[in-house]
């Protein structure tokens, strides 16, 4: 993919540029590596966004920035040929979690809570803090000599196949040259946990978020003790429940914040 | 950029530096031309973790922290995929192959599932105690 956008651009170039050479004979344009660029401007834009996460007071700006960091990731990674995985990564990521924290925003922004400043010695300790673990983990990256060299612009197979043929315990992929073991290993069981596990997590994320029983009477249990007893089930609710149909307020709010707020605050 | 450069002498002054003279040639280079190596990658993902690792710390805001936490998880997502690639290696280097990304996808997905638990948990916090502030949730402070 990287390969043919390459030659591409570089036949254009090759055909512009001369008529160019005229004009600014010390344009660099032929040696332009587009890779390069577009890397360069994705990872530009990860950084850059990822450091007004951090700058950002406004909860709503995080969220923005955090989106744009995390599609200028996609790029990255499709810069780098894994294409299914930078989709994948716009799909759910960009897609999925963040509208998920978009929504959570929502939810959560009253007045008060929009823009919570920390303090400033906070920021300066957090300042020190962020630029010591960037310089260690720049020195520790920049201590391996094999990482530092080029790439060699060999352009990956595409990887959708193999990586559902591996999901489900199937290599279809060649090993990478100078593979430490030689062997392949499947994933299906990994691939069997992450299923119940996301089972799991939708049960228990609904469970945790789900409105609150309250002790005031339903509105089907007013009914029922308001009208004379009839049949048997109405007999038996209004049995089950003498105390609680005896404080029935037809007007009391309903959603789970909004009530919290009115009774529940500290 | 360049001031990085000096950063393995000054941290490190008993050990020797690589062959490399560490950052220098990186930089010294055209960005431009120069073919992109996993490096490079290395650098990005290591600003995005410094990041995440900073807005889990300095923020108040219970969602803020989540944010954090998806911006640590893209930093190491980003060197799982670096040092899958071929195309980033030199020729004949060992790469992960196929597995860094099956890591990256698996990392993707637990991402979503704790997010999802996350925001539950913090608009439950929200529902008892109508904030988000972290600062807050003391209830169980001795």
Same mark, same amino acid.
């Given at each position: 993919?990287?390969?043919?956008?390459?030659?591409?651009?570089? &036949?254009?170039?090759?055909?512009?540029?001369?008529?160019?050479?005229?004009?600014?004979?010390?344009?660099?344009?032929?040696?332009?590596?587009?890779?390069?660029?577009? %890397?360069?401007? %994705?990872? =530009?834009?990860?950084?850059?966004?990822?450091?007004?996460?951090?700058?950002?007071?406004?909860?709503?700006?995080?969220?923005?920035?955090?989106?744009?960091?995390?599609?200028? !990731? @996609?790029?990255?990674?499709?810069?780098?040929?894994?294409? %299914?995985?930078?989709?994948?990564?716009?799909?759910?990521?960009?897609?999925?979690?963040?509208?998920?924290?978009? %929504? =959570?925003?929502?939810?959560?922004?009253?007045?008060?809570?929009?823009?919570?400043?920390? &303090?400033?010695?906070?920021?300066?300790?957090?300042?020190?803090? =962020?630029?010591?673990?960037?310089?260690?983990?720049?020195? @520790?990256?920049?201590?391996?000599?094999?990482?530092?060299?080029?790439?060699?612009?060999?352009?990956?197979?595409? &990887?959708?196949?193999?990586?559902?043929?591996?999901?489900?315990?199937?290599?279809?992929?060649?090993?990478?040259?100078?593979?430490?073991?030689?062997?392949?290993?499947? #994933?299906?069981?990994?691939?069997?946990?992450? &299923?119940?596990?996301?089972?799991?997590?939708?049960?228990?994320?609904? #469970?945790?978020?789900?409105?609150?029983?309250?002790?005031?009477?339903?509105?089907?249990?007013?009914?029922?003790?308001?009208?004379?007893?009839?049949?048997?089930?109405?007999?038996?609710?209004?049995?089950?429940?003498?105390?609680?149909?005896?404080?029935?307020?037809?007007?009391?709010? !309903?959603?789970?914040?909004?009530?919290?707020?009115?009774?529940?605050?500290? | 950029?360049?001031?990085?450069?000096?950063?393995?002498?000054?941290?490190? $002054?008993?050990? $020797?530096? $690589?062959?490399?003279?560490?950052?220098?040639?990186?930089?010294?280079?055209?960005?431009?031309?120069?073919?992109?190596?996993?490096?490079?990658?290395?650098?990005?993902?290591?600003?995005?973790?410094?990041?995440?690792?900073?807005?889990?710390?300095?923020? +108040?805001?219970?969602?803020?922290?989540?944010?954090?936490?998806?911006?640590?998880?893209?930093?190491?997502?980003?060197?799982?995929?670096?040092?899958?690639?071929?195309?980033? +290696?030199?020729?004949?280097?060992?790469?992960?192959?196929?597995?860094?990304?099956?890591? /990256?996808?698996?990392?993707?997905?637990?991402? /979503?599932?704790?997010?999802?638990?996350?925001?539950?948990?913090?608009?439950?916090?929200?529902?008892?105690?109508?904030?988000?502030?972290?600062?807050?949730?003391?209830?169980?402070?001795?």
């Amino acid at each position: 993919m990287t390969g043919l956008l390459d030659m591409d651009i570089s &036949s254009v170039t090759h055909v512009i540029v001369p008529a160019l050479a005229t004009s600014l004979p010390t344009l660099p344009m032929a040696g332009i590596n587009w890779h390069s660029v577009l %890397f360069l401007l %994705f990872a =530009g834009l990860a950084c850059g966004f990822a450091v007004g996460v951090v700058a950002a007071d406004n909860v709503v700006r995080m969220a923005l920035y955090l989106v744009f960091s995390l599609g200028s !990731t @996609a790029g990255l990674f499709f810069l780098a040929g894994a294409e %299914f995985l930078g989709a994948m990564q716009l799909m759910i990521y960009v897609g999925g979690t963040l509208v998920l924290l978009v %929504f =959570g925003v929502m939810l959560t922004a009253q007045a008060p809570f929009v823009s919570i400043k920390p &303090s400033s010695s906070d920021r300066t300790l957090a300042a020190v803090a =962020g630029a010591s673990l960037l310089a260690l983990l720049l020195t @520790a990256a920049f201590s391996v000599d094999a990482w530092m060299a080029p790439g060699v612009g060999e352009v990956p197979a595409p &990887s959708a196949t193999p990586l559902g043929m591996a999901l489900i315990g199937v290599r279809v992929d060649t090993p990478p040259a100078g593979s430490p073991n030689g062997g392949h290993a499947g #994933y299906m069981l990994p691939f069997e946990i992450v &299923s119940v596990h996301l089972l799991v997590v939708l049960v228990g994320a609904a #469970y945790l978020a789900r409105a609150k029983r309250r002790r005031t009477p339903r509105a089907i249990d007013a009914v029922a003790s308001a009208m004379p007893v009839k049949s048997a089930v109405a007999a038996t609710a209004a049995v089950a429940v003498p105390e609680r149909t005896a404080v029935a307020a037809p007007g009391r709010p !309903t959603g789970g914040a909004k009530s919290a707020l009115v009774g529940g605050g500290r | 950029m360049m001031s990085f450069s000096l950063a393995p002498s000054i941290l490190l $002054p008993g050990i $020797p530096m $690589p062959a490399s003279l560490g950052m220098i040639p990186l930089f010294a280079a055209n960005p431009f031309t120069e073919p992109v190596g996993v490096i490079h990658y290395l650098i990005v993902g290591a600003v995005l973790f410094t990041a995440g690792i900073a807005c889990m710390t300095l923020k +108040r805001n219970a969602l803020g922290i989540l944010m954090g936490i998806e911006l640590v998880l893209n930093g190491a997502n980003i060197n799982f995929v670096a040092f899958s690639s071929s195309y980033l +290696r030199a020729e004949g280097a060992p790469t992960l192959g196929l597995d860094g990304q099956v890591v /990256a996808l698996f990392v993707i997905l637990l991402a /979503a599932a704790e997010a999802a638990v996350a925001l539950a948990i913090t608009l439950n916090f929200y529902n008892n105690h109508a904030t988000v502030d972290v600062d807050r949730a003391d209830d169980l402070k001795g």
